[in-house]
């Protein structure tokens, strides 16, 4: 590894690290970290990337988008990963109604 793909590792290494350890209960601040954590793994990503990957005959075109398609799933779980539970729960509750209801003892996986 270059000296630069080796900072942007630690760099990397080191948001995923703070976000597992810091809790906090504002929910405007998390989102913001959250956000600015996912562009910074983005940016890193398309820093530290060489387009000469294992798959790369045939279907070039197929494989960086299946590769993007990840970067932004990967995106994601980061940004939930800077979000308490409470504020976790209630954003999956947009996705979907079902989610962020409390359970009752009617319900199955009760």
């Known amino acids: 590894m270059k000296y630069k793909n080796q900072i ?18 504002n929910t405007i601040l998390n989102i913001k970290r959250g956000i600015l954590a996912g562009a910074f793994v983005m940016i890193a990503q398309g820093t530290l990337q060489q387009y000469n990957g294992l798959f790369i005959k045939g279907y070039e075109w197929f494989w960086r988008a299946v590769q993007r ?24 509750g947009v996705l979907d109604e079902d989610l962020g209801k409390p359970i009752t003892k009617d319900m199955h996986t009760y």
Not at 69 to 91: E, G, H, T
């Open 8 to 25: 942007l590792f630690v760099g990397v290494f080191a948001t995923i690290l703070y976000a597992c350890f810091h809790d906090s209960e």
């Open 69 to 92: 398609c990840i970067l932004c799933y990967i995106c994601v779980l980061l940004f939930i990963l800077f979000q308490n539970p409470d504020d976790a729960r209630k954003n999956m």
